[in-house]
């Protein structure tokens, strides 16, 4: 084994054939899921007869070759799931971080969480051995093991730290959407809207400017429609930011569901707390890019600076000692 790699045609070829095996796992992958589909459409029209004749309605099938795709694959991630395969690839804070990142599907997104961690942690390290071999043939094995564990672990790592950037962005947007969401609310309530009715006109009217907080709004209605008290309806939205302002807005709403009473003023008075910190982080930041831009002035102005005040100086001075060398 180590003579034929030895070759360097054969390592050539070896590396160029990783993408095929690539595309063939792709492949292999695609007709796994439409194979999957198709038994899902089965299933369907199984069910529909059966419902049929029992009098009942069924529920209509996904339209069109996509949507039966990702329910097919939906399907395949929730059997591999509940299996000790599907416990390993997805941990405990792989779901809650799944859970957090707001996706509309959360079962088709462990779904092709799983699947992209098992492709890469597979890929990945034959990826690394590959590249190494093709560019070092005489390689200890230790440092073949080492890029095969760093191949690993990053293709085991990737989907993990894609969810938490995704979960990043989210939360700046829920910062960035909590001033309008607190003057929304505030004039709201000051009409005589009731707290249902507020959420009802935040997530039907305003759902296009506050994207992230009226998601979890609508989340948070619909879990309260389907019998959970109004604290645990809105526990997601107050933890799943870890902003204290957020979570001090969904604890005065329960306050008010539950007890009643006047909320224009503390929303008022909330609403000016939130806008002084952001004026006050507004600062903090332009003070930072100040301090960052001194070192840019220093390389790129203080040559200038230098040249044009002291320029003539010292072309005076080359001068005089060029006279003076020349006379000596």
């Given at each position: 084994?180590d ?16 993408p ?9 992958g ?11 459409r ?33 399907h ?68 073949v ?34 001033p ?32 992230v ?13 389907r ?30 569901d ?64 060029s ?6």
């Open positions: 084994m003579r034929l790699l030895a070759d360097s045609q054969t390592r050539m070829l070896l590396v160029a054939a990783l095929v095996l690539m595309v063939v796992c792709a492949v292999v695609v007709a796994l899921v439409a194979r999957a589909g198709r038994q899902q089965s299933r369907a029209v199984v069910d529909r007869a059966l419902a049929a004749r029992d009098g009942h309605v069924a529920e209509p099938p996904p339209a069109g070759r996509m949507a039966a795709v990702a329910s097919a694959a939906e395949a991630g929730a059997k591999l799931e509940h299996g000790k395969l599907g416990d390993s690839l997805l941990a405990i804070d792989d779901r809650k971080l799944i859970d957090a990142c707001g996706f509309r599907n959360p079962a088709r997104a462990r779904a092709w969480f799983m699947l992209a961690r098992l492709l890469l942690a597979g890929l990945a390290p034959l990826a690394a051995w590959l590249v190494l071999r093709a560019r070092h043939a005489e390689m200890p094995l230790a440092y093991a080492c890029a095969v564990f760093l191949g690993f672990g990053l293709g085991w790592m990737v989907p993990k730290w894609m969810l938490l950037r995704r979960i990043a962005r989210r939360r700046e947007c829920a910062e960035a959407e909590l309008l969401f607190i003057d929304l609310l505030r004039l709201l309530q000051g009409v005589g809207l009731s707290v249902d009715q507020s959420m009802h006109v935040l997530i039907q009217d305003f759902r296009s400017v506050m994207p907080l009226g998601g979890e709004l609508k989340i948070a209605a619909e879990q309260y429609a019998g959970r008290t109004r604290e645990q309806s809105l526990s997601r939205l107050a933890q799943g930011f870890d902003n204290d302002d957020l979570s001090a807005i969904c604890r005065l709403i329960v306050q008010v539950r007890h009643g009473g006047a909320v224009q003023d503390p929303l008022a008075r909330f609403a000016e707390r939130v806008r002084e910190r952001r004026r006050l982080e507004l600062k903090a930041r332009v003070a930072r890019l100040t301090v960052k831009m001194t070192g840019v002035m220093v390389v790129t102005l203080l040559p200038a600076l230098l040249i044009i005040t002291g320029g003539s100086g010292f072309v005076a001075l080359l001068r005089g000692m006279q003076v060398m020349g006379e000596g």
